[in-house]
């Protein structure tokens, strides 16, 4: 179930190798591992793609694609779970990532309300609002984003690996009550 569900939305190998703006990175698209819908993959990807999706802007695709082939992780579901972050689930993550930080760092810089600092007036404004609100928590952030980052792959992996164990089990068991059903 989870592969079938999965390869309708994912691209295939062959479409991706045959896009003419890709055609460059052929050869380092040629491992099996990057395509294929197994336990392992996809729990890899989903790890890589939790842990560089807290990487802000449009950067993040890039790297969770470079990171998947690195460590021959499913690639299309490593560049798919970074849109965990969102303009309504970035600034949420990015306290809790300062909040960590500050925890291990011990040190706070004087922001004096973490919530409300960050306020842009138009859409327009958002951006540079929040670039500067990023800029302005410092040391605390950089060393938490990682970290917040590193907690939430290692999560994401065991939960991927749990899940797809649970359904095979699942599968398993219903095959074997037909089997018991048509003795």
Not at 5 to 31: E, I, Q, T
Not at 106 to 112: A, D, F, M
Not at 139 to 158: H, K, M, Q
Request: with cysteine.
């Amino acid at each position: 179930m989870p592969r079938k569900y999965l390869r309708k939305f994912l691209p295939s190998a062959h479409s991706v190798k045959n896009h003419r703006h890709l055609r460059l990175f052929v050869p380092v698209l040629r491992h099996p591992n990057l395509w294929h819908l197994n336990r392992h993959s996809v729990a890899g990807g989903v790890a890589v793609g939790l842990f560089t999706g807290l990487i802000p802007g449009p950067v993040q695709m890039i790297f969770a694609a470079i990171f998947a082939i690195v460590f021959r992780v499913n690639l299309p579901v490593a560049v798919f779970t970074t849109l965990y972050t969102n303009p309504l689930t970035f600034v949420p993550l990015y306290i809790a990532a300062y909040k960590i930080g500050a925890f291990v760092t011990g040190k706070s810089n004087s922001v004096q309300n973490l919530y409300t600092e960050f306020q842009a007036e138009s859409l327009a404004d958002w951006v540079p609002s929040f670039f500067n609100w990023v800029a302005s928590l410092g040391t605390p952030l950089l060393v938490g984003i990682p970290i917040l980052g590193a907690i939430l792959s290692v999560c994401g992996y065991f939960l991927a690996q749990g899940l797809w164990r649970l359904h095979v089990v699942i599968q398993w068991r219903r095959r074997q009550k037909r089997v018991r059903r048509q003795m």
